[in-house]
């Protein structure tokens, strides 16, 4: 895995696996196909979740975290005038931050993004998850953790936070420590400022993406000159497929999440094969869109790691 570096902001583009393939027949219930018909889709959503991680970072927060380094590596080489001169830039920063933001516990400082996407069907996941049950229970823990570190399918954005409770006060006497010589308790000073930094992670799910791609594919089909019914169950049946590869993944709960999202595609499946469009069937494919929306946000919300 691509480690993180915690002071680059994100220069990213999302670059997954498939290409995008316009045209293919998704009656033909090829799940691999109805894939690649929605990639540039899928690949459009991920750059955007990105783009937004990427916005909510603020730049004093990031001006204040590298001047807070650039002391340190100053200190490091003796520099003291220098090291006072960045720890006035971090202050200054700092004041910034709490009279614009004193409602923020965490100030977004940097994101950075990786993608993990297990390449199997569903029936390789389970294989795989069964082959992980095995490997445990012969006590080859590491053999199982290298296997399950693979079982994602996911936008990983990992972001760094300056605390604004702690961060503050944790620089506030480290220039009177340089100032009385004591040079090497300042540098203790400042990588325990630096230790307050807070690690969080948002997952978005691929399949779930793909999902809410292939449902959207649904409704411009039923909205088109001569819908095709047999096009709209092809997306439909993928839709719940990747709903079922995320649910075996484990993003999300079975019965909260996914039974609900299934009966809605139970449903918009019967009407399909009934020829029903129109305001009913728009209603329930908005009301699909509306719950994958609400699904992709509770699993996105941000964790700490650290």
């Known amino acids: 895995m691509k480690k993180t570096n915690l002071l680059k902001p994100i220069a990213l583009s999302v670059m997954l696996a498939f290409s995008a393939n316009e045209g293919v027949l998704a009656a033909k219930n090829d799940h691999k196909a109805t894939q690649e018909a929605v990639q540039q889709q899928v690949q459009s959503a991920g750059d955007k979740a990105i783009a ?26 003796g ?48 294989q795989a998850i069964k082959k992980v049950e095995d490997l445990l229970d012969d006590n080859e823990v590491q053999k199982a953790r290298e296997l399950l570190g693979t079982l994602a399918s996911e936008i990983r954005i990992t972001t760094t936070n300056l605390p604004l409770a702690l961060y503050p006060d944790a ?72 709903l079922e590869i995320a649910q075996t993944l ?25 020829k029903k469009w129109g305001e009913t069937f728009d209603e329930a494919i908005n009301k699909l ?8 946000a509770d699993i996105a919300e941000p964790k700490k790691t650290k």
């Open 250 to 274: 484990g993003y999300g709960d079975i019965d909260k999440d996914y039974k609900p999202l299934y009966k809605a595609i139970d449903k918009l499946e019967d009407q399909a094969k009934s």
């Open 171 to 242: 620089m506030k006497d480290i220039a009177p420590l340089i100032d009385q010589g004591k040079i090497k308790e300042a540098k203790e000073a400042l990588m325990a400022a630096l230790n307050t930094l807070v690690i969080t992670e948002s997952v978005i799910p691929l399949p779930v993406l793909r999902a809410e791609a292939m449902v959207r594919k649904v409704y411009e089909e039923a909205h088109s000159k001569d819908p095709n019914p047999d096009e709209m169950l092809g997306y439909l049946k993928s839709a719940k497929y990747q």
């Open 79 to 126: 520099k003291t005038k220098e090291a006072l001169a960045h720890l006035e830039i971090v202050n200054g920063k700092l004041s910034l931050l709490l009279a614009r933001y004193p409602e923020l516990g965490l100030i977004p400082v940097s994101s950075e993004a990786v993608i993990i996407d297990y390449e199997g069907d569903l029936k390789s996941i389970k």
């Open 52 to 77: 937004r991680k990427e916005a909510e970072a603020i730049k004093e927060a990031l001006d204040a975290v590298l001047a807070t380094r650039a002391a340190l590596d100053a200190l490091d080489q």
């Open 289 to 296: 869109k509306k719950a994958l929306e609400g699904f992709k």
